[in-house]
């Protein structure tokens, strides 16, 4: 019986293969490019999860390299694969503006998640992913403004959670007008307000009007330097 080995595609995909077709000793290791499947470990990634452990003072629980957790982020509603390098955890603004620059810095490219509900890959990466974590405690902040014809979320609600708290708000309160967020996506009770927005969500009811694009006030934004913006700052 011929010896086996597993074996990694371009994509993350894991097979069993010939060990007999094992790069021969010596060969050159292959060079990191910025393009899906070539995003190999050539030290950069070493670095910044002990930059993140450092710098940031990411705990190791929340920074997963292991086969099985990658292998799991390595998809989402896709039917796409890209196994990340690095799994992240972030917790908060503060952790992302902090991580962001060193990204930047060792030239990590880095991909955020939500719930990964996406059905075309947005969620996925074979380098650093980011991921929005939803333990019920983190990136769940909400403030509901007026009669409730604005509502200020974090990324981490689902967007039918919002809509609960929308209709919680006008029954409490006795409104004449119950209101909802635009975007009503199919999956709107599995997808996350981070990913609705920054995949400018639509749906079925809503169309182009009431869509994401259309329905969004304000927003706060971390750049590459770790630079915040808040659009509702006078």
Not at 22 to 34: D, S
Not at 36 to 47: F, I, L, M, Q, S
Not at 56 to 73: K, L, M, N, S
Request: charged fraction near 25%; hydrophobic fraction near 40%; aromatic fraction near 8%.
């Amino acid at each position: 019986r011929a010896a086996q080995r597993v074996v990694v595609d371009e994509v993350g995909a894991v097979q069993l293969g010939d060990a007999a077709e094992a790069p021969a000793r010596g060969a050159a290791a292959p060079r990191w490019e910025n393009v899906d499947g070539r995003r190999v470990e050539d030290g950069r990634y070493a670095a910044f999860r002990e930059a993140l452990r450092a710098e940031v003072g990411i705990p190791a629980e929340r920074v997963f390299t292991d086969p099985v957790r990658t292998f799991a982020y390595g998809t989402d509603a896709s039917f796409y694969r890209l196994n990340p390098k690095v799994v992240v955890k972030v917790h908060t603004e503060q952790e992302v503006a902090r991580i962001l620059p060193i990204a930047w810095r060792l030239q990590v490219p880095v991909t955020f998640r939500a719930a990964g509900t996406s059905l075309s890959g947005q969620a996925l990466t074979d380098s650093a992913l980011l991921k929005l974590s939803h333990t019920g405690r983190q990136w769940r902040d909400f403030e509901i403004h007026g009669q409730g014809e604005q509502i200020t979320v974090q990324p981490g609600l689902i967007g039918g959670e919002v809509n609960k708290l929308l209709a919680k708000f006008y029954k409490d309160n006795g409104l004449r007008t119950q209101y909802k967020i635009g975007p009503d996506p199919a999956s709107i009770e599995s997808c996350m307000i981070g990913g609705i927005v920054s995949n400018n969500s639509s749906g079925m009811c809503c169309g182009v009007a009431q869509n994401s694009y259309h329905t969004v006030q304000d927003m706060r934004i971390v750049f590459m330097d770790g630079t915040v913006l808040d659009t509702a700052d006078p």
